[in-house]
């Protein structure tokens, strides 16, 4: 939601941060916008739309200077055009400011600055308020200041004052037209980080826009306020205390974020899984107890043996990870368990035993409603673990325990290697807790070797991808797609039906299959294709009963199965997707990425921008 990118140092400010706002285009697109400052004046460039537009606006007429700040924006308030674009500036025009995030009291402000009948505001957002009101504070408080250095402290001291008036969230950058190589700072609820770097710093939404340039990084902190100049920061608290902050080092590298030779990050992303389940995995399999192994949990054996309730929760990808969760903890360590969505369970009252423990799913780990809901449950004594796959991010920070996804940087809007992840980790979260109590040796034994196998299998289903393409295409004309499975595959059909929700802009929705005659048969029709998660399991035949019903009035079929399956479906089904024969328990991960393929296939033949699909951003920070 957002990306936001600050510079100073010796080079020429606006590669950097044009590069940085390419980086973090996938936290929104609606606009784009960038502040340099040329000795005493700021030039500014921005416009609504990509920030391709934005680099021709640069190219055609560029900046110079050696510190400013730039913006891209998903918008909150205020439509995206060019007037609304950010950076915003006060009213002086030597303030200008860049912010991801919601100032909830903006009216208020603004009402109040304009009854003193000095300001102007060119723009429909709650940014330009904030702006006007820091410009205003510190303006009033620099009357007869010569001292330049006390500028300096002075611009600090407007934002600190500004932000104690602010109700919402927000990450800022900010410079002054009259303080040379300086750039301002802070944090709530939107995530910003410093990067730290030779004779130059750095502050962005993300450590992938400075990662080229740094991998020395200091994570900000809710409250947390910082002066940055060219060789040195000062971090303090919105309270205006001195703060003390590690640098840790960025786990990836400028390389990990490239595309590299596929044409979209989602297809990259989605041919990584072998490698990224893989790693979700390493180290955390003991074969010898036939158990999993997370320290991260923070929990000894007694303390989990005690767990006797479990909810999951996330928004969107995330959470339908914790439906599969739920199937597979309750299954294989009997202990009851609930999904909740972030966004009602942070506002609802719950009614929850004292020995729950409560997970939070989430890959960027700075999803506002997921947050919200590991919060609150900390606020009521609850233990509150984090699957996160960003390391850094204030999830994991927040959180009591947990385990990293460790999947690699996802840049692609539609999650895809992430969830497999999610679940990959939820079934050693089973595994754990179930050969604490029930679990068999020999099933523990047999889930490591279902999980073990995983990697070669899924490369076994990326062989299919040309096949999945020939199929998509074949249906590129449809008014939408269902997708129906049962069990552990329902939460696939949920999952399958979001990626094409999302990147094809085409209606579609995801059932347990036995739903189908409760209502949904209504929908059935040619030109409407069901794709039925159907492998040879214990439900296959059930499974084969409703694909008939959906036969027998014309609706298209196609089915994800096993090998063994294929027999039976090839006369029934329209087309067949034959993954690899497996456990159970992996099927999940198996059967989703044909469905991530075909999605991804379906959105390239309708010609939609894979990547950044239409109003979407990833990272969701607002509520
Ligand atoms: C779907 C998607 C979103 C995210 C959701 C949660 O493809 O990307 O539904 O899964 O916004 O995001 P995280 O996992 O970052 O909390």
């Known amino acids: 939601m957002c990306g936001i990118v600050g510079y100073v140092g010796k080079a020429d400010a606006a590669p950097i941060l044009l590069d940085g706002l390419r980086r973090l285009e996938y936290r929104g697109y609606d606009s784009a916008g960038i502040a340099v400052v040329n000795h005493d004046h700021v030039e500014t460039r921005k416009c609504a739309g990509r920030i391709s537009g934005l680099l021709k606006l640069v190219a055609d007429d560029p900046t110079n200077g050696t510190y400013g700040i730039s913006h891209t924006r998903w918008a909150t308030h205020g439509k995206p055009t060019d007037q609304n674009a950010h950076p915003h500036f006060d009213e002086s025009g030597k303030l200008a400011l860049v912010h991801n995030g919601v100032i909830e009291n903006f009216q208020e402000i603004k009402d109040a600055l304009l009854r003193e009948g000095e300001h102007h505001f060119t723009s429909e957002t709650d940014t330009e308020v904030l702006a006007h009101l820091v410009g205003k504070i510190y303006d009033d408080s ?74 020395d990084a200091v994570y900000l902190n809710d409250f947390d306020l910082v002066a940055v100049e060219r060789d040195k920061f000062e971090i303090s608290s919105l309270a205006g205390e001195r703060g003390e ?42 074969l010898e107890e036939c158990t999993a192994k997370l320290g991260g ?54 009614p929850m035993a004292n020995d729950t423990l409560v997970f939070a799913i989430s890959q960027s780990g700075e999803t506002a409603d997921t947050l919200g809901a590991l919060r609150e449950s900390q606020r009521k004594g609850f233990r509150t673990l984090g699957i996160c796959n960003n390391v850094a991010s204030t999830i994991a920070r927040e959180s009591d325990g947990g385990v990293y996804m460790h999947a690699g940087p996802e840049i692609g809007v539609a999650a895809t290697k992430s969830f497999t992840s999610q ?58 797609v269902l997708f129906f499975g049962r069990q552990l595959n329902f939460p696939i059909a949920l999952e399958a039906a979001l990626k094409v929700k999302e990147i094809t802009y085409l209606y579609s929705e995801g059932h347990p299959s036995a739903e189908l005659k409760h209502g949904i048969i209504a929908l059935v029709r040619p030109g409407l294709p069901s794709i039925f998660i159907a492998p040879d399991d214990a439900l296959f035949s ?48 198996l059967s989703v990425v044909p469905l991530q393929l075909f999605a991804y296939h379906l959105a390239v033949a309708l010609g939609r921008d894979v990547d950044k699909p239409r109003n979407l951003a990833k990272s969701v920070t607002v509520e």
């Open 423 to 480: 679940v990959v980790i939820l079934t050693l979260i089973g595994l754990l807790l179930g050969r604490m109590r029930h679990l068999s040796t020999a099933a523990g034994s047999r889930i490591i070797e279902a999980l073990e196998s995983l990697p070669d299998k899924l490369e076994q289903v990326l062989k299919l991808s040309d096949q999945i393409k020939t199929i998509a295409q074949k249906y590129a004309e449809s008014t939408g």
């Open 542 to 589: 059930k499974n084969l009963n409703n694909i008939e019903q959906v036969r027998a009035r014309k609706g298209p079929i196609i089915t994800v199965t096993t090998e063994s399956g294929a027999g039976k479906l090839k006369e029934i089904a329209d087309d067949l997707i034959v993954v690899p024969e497996a456990d159970d328990v992996v099927m999940p991960v």
């Open 297 to 350: 949990l923070n929990m000894t054996p007694a303390q989990l043996r005690e767990v006797g309730r479990i909810v999951l929760t996330g928004c969107g990808t995330a959470l339908h990870a914790g439906m599969v969760g739920e199937y597979l903890i309750e299954q294989l360590a009997n202990i009851p368990t609930e999904v909740e969505y972030a966004s009602e369970f942070r506002h609802r009252n719950t």
């Open 245 to 286: 902050h590690a640098i840790s080092k960025v786990e990836f590298t400028a390389e990990d974020i490239k595309k590299g030779d596929y044409p979209h990050y989602m297809l990259k992303e989605i041919f990584e899984q072998p490698g990224s389940v893989r790693d979700a995995m390493r180290g955390r399999l003991n």
């Open 142 to 215: 620099a009357v007869g200041v010569a001292d330049p250095r006390r500028h300096k402290a002075l611009l600090v001291e407007a934002l600190r004052s500004a932000l104690q008036q602010v109700i919402g969230t927000y990450g800022i950058a900010m410079v002054h037209a009259d303080i040379p190589d300086f750039i301002v700072g802070a944090r709530r609820g939107s995530p910003l980080v410093l990067g730290v770097g030779k004779d130059e710093n750095f502050l962005a939404s993300d450590v992938s826009a400075i990662v080229a340039y740094t991998r």
